[in-house]
DNA sequence: TCATAGGGTTACCAAAGGGTAACCAGTCGC
DNA sequence: GCGACTGGTTACCCTTTGGTAACCCTATGA
């Protein structure tokens, strides 16, 4: 039960993705990450100045896995075809590798009650139920959902970007060229299928 | 300053959704809130039960939103471009009218106090500018970033909805698919341009 | 065997903030 | 003018929880 330092720091920092990574930063409490550790509130403040300290820590080793992983991949191939392909393969290893990760850093339940998780939840997937219809029909069901969510994501990661920002667009010039990427993108995946 | 009952309300949930938008559901705190609305706290509980159902009341109006306007503009189409091209533009048309309520629902800040957004962001951007390179080289840099952005929400949106339900994927085979689907959309942002 | 250092615990403090009880005031109908 | 209804306020409670001070215990090496 006893640990050294380091490892002590280790395993706690191991034990804290996976409890924040469950229940989101405010509804977990250091108490609840000291008990997952077996251990008492104490210990933590003798290897991490605060609880943020705690979850920047896990949110940068996060990131970096994340970059090192994609950058690595896209470096690693010649051709943009094969950046591409090599880019979103590392990034779903990554996912698929180190989940508790990746729900940290981008979960719904990251930072929410479970109420409204389940309400944004319930939305995302409305709109990608929404938009499920017009990806081919002859690819089975579970595949065009996951497209769809793929479709959402997309529009919601360029309206982050734009809208975190402060940037100003024309959401019809806008909506126009994503659409033009989607609509390529998804007969190309009706061919390759 | 007095107004009646319904009109309070709706006054409050407009205000509210500036406010946690801004701040985040945690760090907003009922008294700002009630600051923000021009009034102090008890009046607030005369119209909601809890924070929560304040949270909730917003997060279901601004959901309602979204979904009526992608639903709407997909059903008027009639071919499956057109559909792509409806819903996105319904999209982007919704995010940059009801910008807080976007926010409110997708937003980085949305749960986090500042540190863990800037480092979200950072990340996000860094994973987005390694991937931005692979983009046309012909297209102006702006564009470009707000591309790679869109397809780092790609892989995100894949992603949370296949890890959020537990399903197992190979991150190859998907890696794949999904990387032909941007290969191709990339390729015709570029011609369309 | 005994001092000591480092890992760990108990018991506590203080602030923040959700929620409420009791009270006040203006306005409207009679 | 006057009761009473409704919108609003002040002042408070109480729980949760981040953070800490003081203490303990066990292994180790001289």
Redesign the pocket.
């Known amino acids: 039960?006893?640990?050294?330092?380091?490892a002590?720091r280790e395993q706690i920092l191991d034990v804290s993705v996976q409890v924040f990574a469950r229940n989101g930063?405010?509804?977990?409490?250091?108490?609840?990450?000291?008990d997952a550790a077996?251990?008492?509130?104490?210990?933590?403040?003798?290897h991490?100045?605060?609880?943020?300290?705690?979850y920047l820590a896990l949110l940068e080793e996060a990131g970096n896995r994340l970059r090192n992983a994609v950058a690595k991949a896209v470096s690693s191939a010649t051709s943009g075809k094969q950046q591409t392909e090599y880019g979103f393969k590392a990034y779903f290893r990554w996912v698929s590798d180190d989940h508790d990760a990746f729900l940290l850093l981008f979960g719904t339940r990251a930072n929410r009650d479970d109420e409204s998780v389940s309400a944004i939840r319930r939305i995302t997937a409305e709109t990608a139920h929404a938009i499920a219809p017009l990806i081919a029909v002859d690819i089975d069901n579970l595949h065009q959902r996951t497209l769809a969510h793929g479709l959402v994501g997309l529009a919601e990661g360029v309206s982050r970007h734009l809208v975190e920002r402060g940037e100003v667009f024309d959401p019809e010039v806008l909506g126009q060229q994503i659409a033009d990427l989607a609509w390529a993108g998804l007969r190309a995946v009706h061919r390759a299928d």
Chains 1, 2 share one sequence.
């Open positions: 039960m006893r640990l050294p330092a380091p002590r930063f405010h509804s977990t409490s250091m108490n609840d990450v000291a077996g251990v008492t509130k104490p210990v933590l403040y003798q991490f100045d605060s609880k943020q300290d705690l």
